[in-house]
């Protein structure tokens, strides 16, 4: 709630958010009042914002598909357009799934589908420990357990074979690419949130390569890429030995790959 003991002074804030290239000034203006609970702690807000951190880290919190996610600093903030992932995963998940969230940055995605699948089992893991140790202030309260490593190492070996559905938001930005995300991103976020190597597919073709011997037959992977990427994606979760399918949504601006295991 915000405090009833100032006033702040809403068109100079939104004028000073504005003029440093916040699109959505006035929403965020009213974000931040309602984070602040002093005159002094809301221009400490607007003068770090202002100087380029991210909204979400400065809350605490991003919104995504339509839930409030916990978000420290220096962790991935879940974007928008991954809702299409979780959509495109949770259309091919069926009965009682399997599930695990790969590169799962603060856990957005596994939160997400902890409420929409009946799954029989959940767990989530990440190769950053800032990461992890969100996922888990995320995650715990249900009871999914996230796991810190690489890619599928960490995972019980128990496992192998047996996972109906692996969801990876990788990074898939090409390293020449980096430099010229927006700052928000490429000064706040952890590079190996980011950097997807020369092509932008190094770590996504070694998930490819990971879930055509962790899934179960039948079992489905379902990743984000760029919209220039999908067809060499294609290609190479083809050579893993999965079908793959190309999922677009233009108002969103968003593609997701999903790929079957045979069997």
């Given at each position: 709630m915000?405090?009833?003991l100032?006033?702040p002074?809403r068109?100079?804030l939104?004028?000073?958010?504005?003029?440093?290239?916040?699109?959505?000034?006035?929403d965020e203006?009213?974000?931040l009042?309602a984070?602040?609970?002093?005159?002094e702690a809301?221009?400490?807000?607007?003068?770090?914002?202002?100087?380029?951190?991210?909204l979400?880290?400065?809350?605490g919190?991003?919104e995504?598909?339509?839930?409030?996610?916990?978000?420290?600093?220096?962790?991935?903030?879940?974007?928008?357009?991954?809702?299409?992932?979780?959509?495109?995963a949770?259309?091919?998940?069926?009965?009682?799934p399997?599930?695990?969230?790969?590169?799962?940055?603060s856990?957005?995605?596994?939160?997400?589908?902890?409420?929409?699948?009946?799954?029989r089992?959940?767990?989530?893991?990440?190769?950053d420990?800032?990461?992890?140790?969100c996922?888990?202030?995320?995650?715990?309260?249900?009871?999914v357990?996230?796991?810190?490593?690489?890619?599928?190492?960490?995972?019980?070996?128990r496992?192998?074979?047996?996972?109906?559905l692996?969801?990876a938001?990788?990074?898939?930005?090409?390293?020449?690419?980096?430099?010229?995300?927006p700052?928000?991103?490429?000064?706040?976020?952890?590079?190996?949130?980011?950097?997807?190597?020369?092509?932008?597919?190094?770590?996504l073709?070694?998930?490819a390569?990971?879930?055509?011997?962790?899934?179960?037959p039948?079992?489905?992977?379902a990743?984000?890429?760029?919209?220039?990427?999908?067809?060499?994606?294609?290609?190479?979760?083809?050579?893993?030995?999965?079908?793959?399918?190309?999922?677009?949504?233009?108002?969103?601006?968003?593609?997701?790959?999903?790929?079957?295991?045979?069997?």
């Open positions: 915000t405090s009833t100032f006033t002074d068109p100079a939104v004028g000073r958010l504005r003029a440093a290239g916040c699109v959505f000034a006035e203006a009213e974000l009042i984070a602040a609970g002093s005159p809301l221009t400490d807000l607007v003068d770090r914002r202002v100087a380029g951190l991210p979400e880290h400065l809350l919190w991003a995504f598909c339509g839930l409030r996610v916990a978000v420290d600093p220096g962790v991935f903030v879940p974007r928008g357009r991954t809702a299409l992932l979780v959509a495109a949770a259309a091919v998940a069926g009965p009682s399997a599930v695990l969230d790969l590169c799962c940055g856990g957005a995605a596994a939160l997400v589908l902890h409420g929409r699948l009946a799954s089992w959940l767990a989530a893991a990440d190769l420990p800032a990461a992890v140790a996922a888990r202030r995320n995650l715990d309260p249900l009871g357990p996230v796991y810190e490593g690489d890619l599928f190492a960490p995972l019980p070996t496992w192998r074979g047996r996972l109906d692996v969801v938001n990788a990074p898939y930005v090409p390293s020449g690419a980096v430099a010229m995300l700052p928000e991103a490429r000064l706040y976020e952890a590079p190996v949130a980011l950097d997807g190597g020369v092509d932008g597919l190094a770590v073709r070694r998930v390569a990971g879930a055509a011997e962790w899934l179960a039948g079992g489905h992977l990743v984000e890429v760029s919209a220039g990427q999908a067809v060499a994606l294609c290609a190479v979760l083809a050579d893993a030995g999965l079908i793959p399918t190309v999922v677009r949504d233009d108002e969103l601006e968003a593609t997701a790959v999903t790929a079957r295991r045979p069997g």
